[in-house]
């Protein structure tokens, strides 16, 4: 079989939150090795929801990547993961750096620009076309303001130019894929019927008594952020897709039913999406004894598949066959 060399791979599509908390940048010589052989030139992401902790990791892969020359992200939006980015280290060699209608937190307070400096010298082509009402809000907000509704209006995505004295935000029956926001005193929030896959962070909402996530795409529960809201009496999140192969999944949504973070809906709203052996079973009715997880499907995603889903290029050019100069469409 003749195959001709690939230069252009595209990945479009999906939401890769689930590895917000990947940090690994050190590649193993035998992953070094693939990628210098690569002959990929140029990298185009569209309609991604990517953690900006991953911009470093993907930034590193590429700099082993010596034919890559152009990387383009397209209707992306980048998910606020970190305090601090590490960008020290990079060696990158791409000369056209292209951002079309993407949307991503401030940088200016996280990045070290000066790391940059010797990519900066030899970019040659940065065409930044940003959604401009994203970046500032013409809105002044009355200071008497604290209820804000915003349901049913189509929302995909929710900036952070917010009246900042709220305390009540419906923002239910939208198509919210994701969401980061940072008003300390709101009280209520409220996120039914969105596609919310993950739950979003709560960092900056201190003060949150009332969060509803119910009729969403939600696969799991973690307690991680939610048992340190100190206030928070009230989580409705039923009716989503959760996957109850793992014990540990349900067992963090029976602690949460079981802390201070009252559960309304539990248990009759928690059912289970797959696998298929316990699907449409309560939650509270999976035999727990019955579960354990994976120990190596853990370490698998904790290591390979976040260094290969940042970029998707290994495991694309491992798995398929190439096809000229042409995109490969995940």
């Known amino acids: 079989m003749w195959c001709k060399k690939t230069t252009t791979y595209e990945l479009r599509g999906g939401n890769l939150a689930q590895f917000a908390g990947f940090s690994r940048t050190e590649l193993k010589s035998d992953e070094i090795s693939f990628l210098e052989a690569l002959q990929v030139s140029k990298l185009i992401f569209t309609e991604l929801i990517v953690p900006e902790v991953l911009l470093p990791v993907a930034l590193k892969i590429v700099s082993y990547t010596p034919q890559v020359s152009e990387l383009k992200f397209i209707n992306c939006t980048f998910l606020r993961s970190a305090d601090q980015l590490d960008t020290d280290g990079l060696d990158l060699k791409v000369s056209s750096l292209h951002f079309h209608k993407v949307m991503a937190p401030p940088l200016d307070d996280r990045v070290d620009i000066s790391s940059l400096r010797s990519w900066l010298e030899i970019l040659e082509n940065l065409q930044n076309d940003f959604l401009p ?84 795409q939600l696969s799991q529960l973690p307690t991680e952020g939610l048992l340190h809201l100190k206030n928070l009496h009230s989580l409705k999140a039923g009716h989503n897709l959760y996957n109850c192969s793992c014990r540990r999944t349900i067992k963090e949504i029976q602690d949460l039913a079981t802390s201070k973070a009252s559960l309304p809906d539990w248990p009759h709203d928690y059912i289970c999406s797959s696998p298929p052996d316990y699907q449409d079973y309560v939650l509270n009715e999976v035999p727990l004894s019955s579960l354990q997880c994976s120990k190596a499907a853990t370490v698998r995603q904790e290591s390979v598949v976040p260094l290969l889903t940042c970029l998707h290029l290994v495991l694309a050019l491992v798995l398929l066959p190439a096809y000229g100069t042409q995109p490969i469409v995940l």
Request: proline share 10%.
């Open 133 to 216: 009402k994203h970046l500032s809000s013409p809105c002044v907000w009355p200071p008497s303001l604290r209820v804000f509704n915003l349901s049913s209006t189509g929302f995909k995505h929710i900036d952070r130019s917010l009246p900042p004295d709220i305390e009540i935000l419906d923002l239910s029956a939208n198509h919210i894929f994701t969401l980061d926001l940072s008003i300390p005193g709101l009280k209520e929030l409220y996120l039914s019927n969105n596609r919310l896959q993950t739950i979003p962070s709560v960092k900056g909402l201190p003060s949150l008594e009332v969060l509803s996530l119910d009729h969403n």
